[in-house]
């Protein structure tokens, strides 16, 4: 097998299952970016939807399952679930979102982080300057001014998940900075 052989097939089987990461292999896991098991537990196979709306979610799975390209994970989460993919919706949004970080109109920051939290969650956030807990939508309340702290805070908390910024987009969250290079570019 020459090199360009080996180059090419590695990239067309390197599809990998939307939800739990796996490689995929069979033509409808490929078909869908979903292995068998993962279709089964999502309710993707028993969903009784018009066949138009199976092929737009397989279209915005492999769109999440590929984040280069396509919607951004909440419009496509939000559409999945507009077209009956209900449970998927919410497999798929918690598998690729621990943080989301909205910026409210008077200029506040509303932070909401998914389970399992660290053991420092509630204290790291509360040490935040302006900290306020919304007990109605149980999430966590800063005005803007605090951005660098609050970045400090979830850089330190939670490196290396997923978080969905104010502009609707994903990241990572890089590891803590040292105290003394200060808190970096915030990105929100
Ligand atoms: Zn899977």
């Known amino acids: 097998m020459s090199g360009y052989e080996t180059l090419a097939s590695t990239k067309i089987l390197n599809v990998r299952c939307a939800i739990c990461g796996r490689l995929l292999r069979n033509p409808l896991s490929l078909e869908v970016a979903i292995g068998p098991e993962c279709r089964e537990r999502s309710g993707y196979d028993t969903v009784q939807v018009p066949p138009e709306a199976v092929e737009e979610a397989n279209m915005l799975i492999r769109q999440v399952a590929d984040l280069r390209r396509g919607p951004t994970v909440q419009e496509a989460c939000a559409r999945l679930f507009a077209l009956g993919f209900t449970r998927l919706s919410a497999i798929l949004f918690e598998r690729f979102v ?70 609707g987009r994903l990241l990572t969250i890089p590891w803590p900075k040292r105290k003394a290079d200060g808190f970096g570019d915030v990105p929100y």
Do not use: C, M
């Not at 509630?122 to 109605?136: H, W």
């Not at 149980?138 to 803007?144: I, N, T």
């Open 98 to 167: 621990k943080v989301v970080v909205q910026r409210e109109e008077n200029d506040r920051l509303t932070v909401k982080v998914g389970p399992p939290h660290a053991p420092t969650h509630s204290s790291t956030l509360a040490a935040v300057p302006g900290y306020i807990y919304d007990r109605e939508r149980k999430l966590s309340v800063y005005p803007f001014s605090s951005k660098e702290h609050l970045w400090a805070a979830l850089r330190e908390l939670y490196p290396g998940e997923k978080l969905l910024n104010t502009d």
